[in-house]
């Protein structure tokens, strides 16, 4: 079975520009998380889907990330503006049923604004 | 405070030695626990999880939980070089039971 299916694998990107990454869950997940992950605050939850419904946006640092998910094989995180600091990987994980259960990571995206 | 705090460590252990790694976390209403393995460069894949007090062994693994003392620990029995790696405690808090995860614990083991 194919895992978390992440793109793009890495994207460089100058500041201003706007920047979309796009995630493929595991078939039959009905739950999906975004993370960032950085040296300074570790592994950060941004946004957490169930049946293709935003439950938790909290972690979302600020108006210029938003995420969607149109259907239940498909998410999008999008930057814009993109600024320096936004600088991370970006994790896609999938679990079966919910929040508190096992999680399946993406290979991630490694961005850099520049 | 963080609600999942790790010994972050470096960690160092000889190889065939027994690695522990700990986990505390302020939610007592925290039900499931789990362990990531991260190597660098690459995505956090998991080992254990464990949801009831006591031991739960897995090969050369054992998760323990104690929520009384709200600690969470993996034990890494015959420590392997391929184990080195950066271990991530996480566990289910908030109210949505997302998992909160830890700062990692950097584990290397010595040839």
């Known amino acids: 079975d194919a895992g978390v299916i992440q793109s793009p694998r890495h994207e460089v990107t100058e500041m201003g520009q706007e920047v979309t990454l796009r995630c493929k869950p595991i078939?039959?997940?009905?739950?999906l998380f975004w993370y960032r992950q950085t040296m300074m605050r570790g592994l950060e939850l941004l946004i957490y889907f169930n049946n293709n419904v935003p439950i938790d946006d909290s972690g979302m640092p600020e108006d210029r990330f938003s995420a969607k998910m149109p259907n239940a094989s498909f998410s999008t995180l999008k930057i814009q503006p993109s600024e320096p600091r936004d600088s991370a990987v970006y994790f896609c994980?999938?679990?079966?049923?919910?929040?508190?259960?096992?999680?399946?990571f993406g290979p991630g995206t490694r961005l850099l604004v520049l | 405070q963080k609600e999942v705090e790790q010994n972050s460590g470096p960690l160092s252990v000889p190889e065939g030695a027994i690695a522990s790694l700990n986990c505390t976390y302020s939610?007592?209403?925290?039900?499931?626990f789990f362990w990531y393995r991260q190597y660098s460069g690459k995505s956090p894949e998991l080992i254990m999880f464990i949801y009831s007090n006591g031991d739960k062994e897995d090969g050369r693994f054992t998760a323990q939980l104690n929520k009384a003392s709200q600690y969470v620990s993996l034990l890494i029995r015959d420590s392997q070089p391929s184990d080195s790696a950066t271990y991530l405690c996480?566990?289910?808090?908030?109210?949505?039971?997302?998992?909160?995860f830890g700062s990692g614990t950097q584990l290397t083991v010595l040839p």
């Open positions: 078939s039959g997940h009905n739950s």
């Open positions: 996480a566990g289910s808090t908030g109210s949505a039971r997302q998992l909160t």
């Open positions: 939610d007592r209403g925290s039900q499931s």
């Open positions: 994980a999938s679990s079966l049923r919910g929040a508190g259960e096992t999680q399946y």
